[in-house]
């Protein structure tokens, strides 16, 4: 973490801590430094104050410093531990688990509880520091730290009870009256009932998530307590077990929104109260009430638990254990009735096992509602820390906290009586003298101006005056007071300081507090027991009485170090912001009680509290009751005063007298009375007055108390004593000569040094002088440029509070008084932004109590107040003109004296850069800021010299932006959130604040401290003299002008739409111009003639604006007097505004004219490109069709730098007009040669770009003297020189290689080229060691950079014209590059998808088109011949093949196999058919031909209308498959669509384009395939219907075959019962062992009676007579005896094959009578044939 440390206030360094866990992780914080030398506020300047971004940070390191810049931002995401964001984490994907885990034990290295970073961070820094960042957290609504466990476990821990101090908050109690009055007070020393949490054992529940709830409620339940719901809260802490926060719940007024009637403190102990028993007991002793959260409690916890009876009347326990066992129950673990042994009061018990953290909340809530207000005690912290000193922490508040305490005791001495009478007593040189002393020198001023004599009277008062002011003698309160910062000890002067203001807030706090609310605290008090405190805390409250009002403790934290004698040099670092935050805690104390009328304080019961009793006794002072009363006071008193807070600045004034100022910024909730007027402040001050309720208190404007002291006044009187003495020697003394250097230490440790005092409306002139050459001598003369930012805003602005916001320094806040001045602070600049803004000091001047209103001397306060902004802006370098959000009542008033101060600022010559800053955007707001941003925007216009005007209004209407940042300066309470954008408004407008000062850095030099002095000196006496115009009461002109303003404004706004008009008419001639001819001399003659015509319209519209202005100068009768003053300004802006149009619109046309011809050449090459793109993309795509290789992208990527370089060479750019670039090169070469030291050789580049060199020669000048007399007997140097000559033309070589290279980039010339051109020589003649004179390096560069203008030269005119073209073509390369990639994907995908349907759909759809009726055809054609009429034809043809064939293998088939058989000749007969077919292939081509056709049709049907249209493949497919179904009479199976292969995006013609060229090649390939021979067996299986099958089917009969000889039925008719065979075959011829059986047939069998063998009858013999009866399906007969020749043909097979079925059946041949050997084979067929033709049956 880099931070600037200032030197400590304390002389001794904090001892280092031991090694341990907590230690480590201070280191990986990057903390560890600082806990020797603690981090202060000083260090927030480094850290916060310069910081322009909210920037997340990148390591664990950055953490703390990013919760510190967060936190000063107010962002509700300070205590966010996260690291990185998103987009970074998950870049560490990749890494490896132990490369994301660090030290933590397995957690993330780029997270750690936020708990633990809060308590890192509070444990690295100092007290001062402390208390800044506790202000901050509680205006962020997050717990703050009251006892810090120490980072050393053997050292106790901190009660932090300083940093409470300057907690200042506003809340309304509920009561039962209507009158509901606001109180405030600082939270340390305000009594309210304090409820503490701890817990006991391990339980579940979320004990911060439930207080949480019950602070805000479950509606808006804010993150006030860090828990493990939030980020990194689930990761174990290891630094902040021991930690005890605070947060508090102040009701609002609100019954619906409050969720108690009355202020609350809650606090809570981090970790397990038994490991923790010191901070357990005291929060026991201290607290009125102890929550105590019950887990599962171990015999340790019991003990302890039931160790504190003694307060049992305190406890409400909530077990929440999660077991069921009884013995860890809290309820079980005493006995029975825990609230009887313990002495629990009744309902102190309450289960919380069952209930989630919202419910438990609401128990806990209704619990304390009904113990609040009057059952629970009210306590203080102030009581707390003496008791925690009593059990041995160590609290922050030691011995020099109370020495500086009791010193602004003394200072104080009789503040009591009255503030207005201290400040008559003690203060006596801010009175009417003073007043009447500036009044006089003004009016001497005048008659000087007037060339008069100066009025005898006038010099005769003021030496009466001065007279009078030479008895002053300073006073006792000064003189400790001055004595009290002359101290060395800087801890001491801090906390002085920090008491002063807030000892001065107490005063005020107590006089805005009524005394009814004293009366009703105090009843409150009597009522809660407040007399019967414990003794601890009722001595916290009664010790040393002679110091009761003390806020200090005996303890010491860190001051106490400071006891040794410290370093004498200022060390401003922790001083200023501890001042600030300590001072609002104290002056804040009594809020609660307020202001008690005498009357009242009889009837009061004695209270112990002498706290309570010292402020009745202040408050019932009878002269401030009437004086309060009567309201009766003069001028000066009823002037307000502010509130003074510290800004930080550190000298550090060694021997070298550099100084380091740094200051941090100081948000705290601020009060607003709720009135308007003295009136109502009047009211609100007496007793007697009545009120109304207040209900919007922070919206309600609030008249600051004149009568109210502040740090302001005594820095004042110390000033006025210094000047006193300067305009009348002799007077004063005690130190009096030290002051200026005192006021120089206040000034750079922080404090404002006030510039005007605008009570009296005078400035201390000597005393300024002596200060501002007190601040030059102590720092360098180089280190005294100043810049100066001015915040001018109304008293009601928060004018202090916004600088402390956007810089971090210490104003005096007027939040309930308002000191009028005009202050200033200077904060010294880091290294980084003072070369940016050319100044070494940023001096910051803030305006108070500007406009604030007074009833007695009307007048006079409106010309103090026309002083004070004209002088605060007269300073200004850059001026901020705060508006409030209460820019209405007195609107008029503000808005003319900030426009009359920037008319005469004006008129003196001088214009600050201004910004406006509102605080809400409400319409007065705004209304406000836009009529002032016109007034300014019109008066920095340049009079004069018009060849800056443009560059001033251009740098006008960048910086005058309204900025809208709605502050938590508002905010009067801690229940009232930070605007969540607060934190990118208020950065947004510091950076626009810089951005001005930037522009002030361009447009004039800064000035000195002395300049600054001369320029005050200056205005003040313009000022004094009046010698403005402008009067200081004069209101009607600066209405009068902002009216003319805003005339003009609307004046310009018609002019410029007017412009706009005619610019649109000019831009369509230049569009119609390049549509017709692109031809360049006639595009420059439009151009020309345009800008001619633009100049002369814009020329006639502003004369017509001038016109205007004169006339209404002319008719108002307030501008006639003032024409000369007010002419110049608006002449000058008429003419700059036709000077900025005119160019404007010039500018313009050439834009418009230039993005035409770029757009006309980038759709040029849009088009070129495209159609380069569709070649390579089908060339592409047809190769992955071919290979079948899929492309990467890389390979892509290759393809398309070829076509993209392709296209660059040959695409025609522009060529460049006259446009030289050898002055580039030489300006480079020149800045070398000079970075070099070889200025001596400047004359040589003089012939750049002149003279070309043909080649490069060695001379004898490149070598020295003596290499040349050494080697001059070596053949004249020859060597030497071939050894350079080679050299050079290696760099040469490499030179052409390297404008090859550059020369074939899509790039114009870059003076890079030559930059890194020179470096290559330089680096080849580093690594080349020669003897050689820097006249060779100088010539090689010379002729290098003369080649160079020649070969860049072609390149930048290639490109110089098409500039943009080229840069937008290479911008968008990516992007073409990306559309080329998808478009071969989506073709691609688009082809396999094409070739997907194809494959799967259409090829088998025309397939089946073709085949299916294929083998009906051929069935036809078969069915034809007589064989296959029926079933006896094909049988008879079948055994006449067979006996003709005459193969036993073949009978012995039909036999055996008889279907078989009969199929496979069946198919042979197919096969024989188509082979000798000649139609087939024509058949097949006439059948291809109408499918293709068809589906080419379906196709194109669907692609109507959707050309380039993206839609999804599926449902088109489907829509062709249906197309094809209904229109060509085919089947289409679309099965495969449903898959998601088909369900593609694409264009859909592009995709019928696709289909058709597959289906144009798969037409082709069938084609070629049908007109080869072909397998028939191979064709006829892909057929649906198989001819072979069919015919089989339709010849094969009856499939009963006869049980004896296995003939088959020859009977046809279906349905037939009885089977009947016409040929039965020989038993022979079948394998069953039959050769002992004579008979050789069945009919034999049946003729001669003798038995028949069957295996059905399991051979059994039957005889003939039996057969029927066996087989009643089956007539089987004898044969007719008369004719024996029907079975001559399976006689003659059996005669012919005996012996082969024999052998075959393995058998005895059967025995064949004589006669059937006779049979010849014609006979067999002509019985075969006669038995055919003659069945009957």
Known sequence: MSVKLSKRLSSKKKKPPRDNAQTEILQKLGLEAFRTAPLDPASMLDICTWTLENQTPLDLKDLPKAFLQRLWLLSPDARSPCCKPPSDVLSNANQSPQEMISGFGGESHYTINPLDLVTAVFMSSNTFLHQEMTVRMVQCQFAVPLILPSIDPEEPSHFLLWPLRRVVSQWTSHSLDKNRKAQEGDLASTYMPMISCVKLGHCGVSKSQVLNNIISGLKSCNETFLHKGMDGGQLHRKLSNGLVEIAWSLPTGDTARDNFKVPVVISNLRGDASTHEKCFSLLCQASSAVIVFCGNLREKEKQLLASYKDVASKLILIDVSDTEKNENSVVGFVGQDLEKDMGLPEGSVLQGKALSEEELANRLSDTLKDLLPDKLKHVTLEAAAKLATELGFTVDEGTVCKKAMATVDEVLKGLDEGSAQFREKQLPLQGHLWSKLAEIEKKESKQRKGGNKIDSQLQKEQKDILVELSSYKMTPAMKIFTDALFTTDKMARTYFLNWLRLKLQLKQTEKQNSPQDLFTNLQTEKKDGMSEHSDELENGANDETEDSDSFCTDSTFEEDQNEEPVNTELPVSDQQFGIEEQLDHVLHKSTDAGIELQSEQKNLEPTHDPVIEQQLYMMSNEAEIQEITENKVSFEEQISDPVSENENCHLESGESGTMSCQGTQQDEPEMTLPTSDLTSAKQQMCPDASFEPQVDKCSQLFEPDPSMLGLEHFLREMGLIFELTHINPGSGSHNVLRLPSLAA??????????????????????????????????????????????????????????????????????????????????????????????????????????????????????????????????????????????????????????????????????????????????????????????????????????????????HTKITNCIAFVKGPWSNTSLSEPVDTQYCKTVLRLKKNLFGALKKCAAKSEATGLPELMIRLCAVWEAVKAESFSIGLQNTDIALAFSLLCTELSQWEDSFLEHMDTWLMGATQKIATTNTKALDPAKQNDLLSELKDEAREEVKTEVDKLRSKVEAYLMKDDLFKVSTEKFMPILMSNMSDLQERVTEEIIQRLETIKESDCSATQLKKFETLLEKEQESKLHALVENRKSNKVLLQDAELEEEFESMWSKMLSSFDFRPSETDDISVRVTDILRQNLISRGLEKHMKKIEVIGKNKISSFQVYDEHFGYRSRLKHMFEDNNRLQRLAAQKLASSVIEEYNQFVADKSSLAADFSDSYITELLANVEKALKEKSMEIRSAFEVDLKVYLCCSACEDFQKLHDRYAKDRELLTCITATKSAYLAEFIYQFRKRDECQRVAQAFTSMVIKPTVLDYIYRPLGTHIIEEIQAKEQYQSPHAFNQSLLEELIKEDSFESFLEYLLSYDSFRLRRIQETVVAHLSESTHLDKWRQHRLGEIVGNIAAAMSQTAEGTNGVLSDTKPLLERVCLTLEKDGDMDVSRDFLDGPLFSITTEWDRFVTCLLELLAEMRLDFAQEFSQNQDISQLLNCLPVQPQLYLFNKVKGCDKQCPLCRTPCDVEEIGHEVHRALIHRPKGMLPSDSSSVPCISCHECMIQGNTAQNKDTQNTSVAETDLHSLYPDWNISPEDPNSQTPSAYWRYVLVKFNEKFAKEYEKTPAIIPEEWKKITEEEALSSLKEAFLTRQW
């Open 745 to 954: 230490d206040m000034l750079l440790y922080g404090i404002p040094l006030e510039l005007m005092d605008g009570d009296a409306s005078n400035i201390p002139i000597r005393w300024l002088g002596c200060v501002f050459a007190e601040l030059k001598r102590r720092l360098p003369q180089e280190q005294c440029r100043t810049r100066v930012l001015t915040n001018l805003g109304v008293h009601h602005a928060r004018n202090a509070e916004v600088l402390s916001a956007l810089f971090g320094v210490k104003f005096h806040e007027g939040r309930k008084r308002s000191t009028r001045g005009v202050y200033m602070v200077a904060l010294c600049l880091p290294d980084t932004l003072r070369k940016d803004l050319e100044c070494d000091f940023l001096l910051l001047i803030d305006v108070e109590g500007l406009c604030l209103i007074s009833q007695d001397n009307k007048i006079n306060t409106q010309i103090h107040d026309n002083e004070m902004a004209t002088v605060a802006t007269g300073l200004s370098d850059v001026l901020m003109q705060n508006i409030s959000s209460h820019a209405s009542s007195e609107f008029e008033t503000d808005f003319t004296v900030i426009v009359n101060a920037l008319l005469r600022i004006k008129e003196s010559g001088s214009m600050p850069i201004c910004q406006l800053l509102v605080h809400n955007e409400g319409i007065n707001g705004l209304l406000q800021a836009s009529q002032l941003r016109r007034v300014s925007e019109m008066l920095q216009t340049e009079i004069g010299d018009k060849g800056n005007n443009i560059a001033d209004k251009q």
